[in-house]
């Protein structure tokens, strides 16, 4: 049974910009190094003024020269090692907020891309990538988008929050039409792009800083029908596990009732090509008797060591067998392929 890891990682390192261009020099990111004294890393990213950790989050069970993708064929043997056919690859530094100036955003997401082609060119059937878009110029954000497509990538890369809008603003409209018109997903990462939300929440675990912020994301694109006006349009919430989903539901299916509007909350994501990456602690029964079993994926946070990282996470769900190998295959291949188009 092939088997796609819906959610895996590539940590940024030096060699991610240097595709940046030379009038771009003064936007490269730079390094500095802790001398002495107790920090959450050794390393810290220089960005327009700003210092964000380097190597905090990284996954100790994957090799360096494979999460940071140096060595292509080193990925590419840790995967078979795996049992894994495809890695669908996710950022790791741009899951926050990195500045306010639209042209510097603009240079890191193009540098980034640029980078990520140039690990799918090396991989084709093996590796492909989410593309990010620099939200604050919608000219650009397009011109990454088709660029992404032409290069490999097979969905498009959305903080819960961009700046100060949600990303239910119709502000977002014209890059969502591109993407149903690419046959790209819009795949929502466990993140912020806020700054305000970043920073308030920054000394926390992780959980309200990058997960809630998905799950509201969730409920506010159903709760104003978005997904309706994009009746072709695929919409993925990756690495916040699936066990909320309930909750959701049953909230929406209240707020609905109110209006009286139906909603028919096991048919929900479904109907809205929504898909949802579960993890195997979630309560897996519980979840595909509320929401149905054709839109559930499941990846290993490969790279990261966080809540949601689990290097065999896909072996055990299709060896466990609490599930069922029909429901395991449609949420290890049949369902990722169709999220991602591949």
């Not at 100790?60 to 590419?76: C, F, H, L, N, S």
Request: aromatic share 10%.
């Amino acid at each position: 049974m092939p088997v796609i890891d819906a959610d895996s990682h590539v940590v940024e390192t030096e060699r991610t910009w240097t595709f940046m261009p030379d009038e771009q020099e003064e936007y490269r990111p730079a390094v500095l190094v802790r001398k002495s004294g107790r920090t959450r890393a050794s390393e810290y990213w220089l960005i327009d003024d700003r210092v964000f950790a380097k190597n905090a989050n990284v996954g100790q069970d994957t090799p360096e020269a494979a999460r940071e993708a140096a060595d292509i064929a080193k990925r590419v043997a840790h995967m078979d090692e795996l049992g894994v056919d495809m890695h669908v690859l996710y950022p790791s530094l741009f899951l926050r907020p990195l500045t306010k100036r639209v042209e510097v955003d603009t240079a890191l997401c193009r540098t980034y891309n640029r980078w990520l082609a140039s690990i799918w060119g090396r991989a084709p059937e093996r590796l492909r990538w989410v593309v990010i878009p620099p939200m604050g110029d919608r000219e650009k954000a397009l011109e990454e988008i088709h660029f992404g497509k032409e290069h490999g990538a097979c969905g498009v890369f959305v903080r819960a929050f961009e700046d100060d809008q949600r990303i239910s603003d119709p502000y977002f409209f014209p890059l969502y039409s591109a993407a149903q018109a690419l046959n790209l997903p819009i795949c929502i990462h466990a993140s912020t792009g806020n700054f305000d939300h970043f920073e308030l929440f920054f000394t926390d675990s992780g959980f309200s800083t990058f997960k809630l912020s998905v799950v509201g994301t969730f409920h506010d694109l159903l709760l104003k029908r978005v997904p309706v006006k994009f009746p072709d349009l695929r919409w993925a919430f990756i690495e916040v596990s699936a066990q909320w989903l309930p909750y959701v539901m049953n909230d929406l299916s209240l707020r609905f009732g109110k209006r009286g509007e139906p909603f028919l909350s096991k048919a929900a994501l479904k109907e809205n090509r929504m898909y949802v990456a579960c993890q195997t602690s979630d309560d897996l029964d519980l979840i595909l008797e509320r929401v149905g079993e054709e839109n559930i994926v499941i990846g290993t946070d490969y790279g990261h060591n966080d809540t949601a990282s689990e290097l065999h996470a896909l072996r055990k769900l299709r060896q466990g067998g609490a599930i069922g190998a029909a429901t395991a295959n449609k949420i290890l291949w049949e369902n990722p392929k169709r999220l991602y188009g591949l």
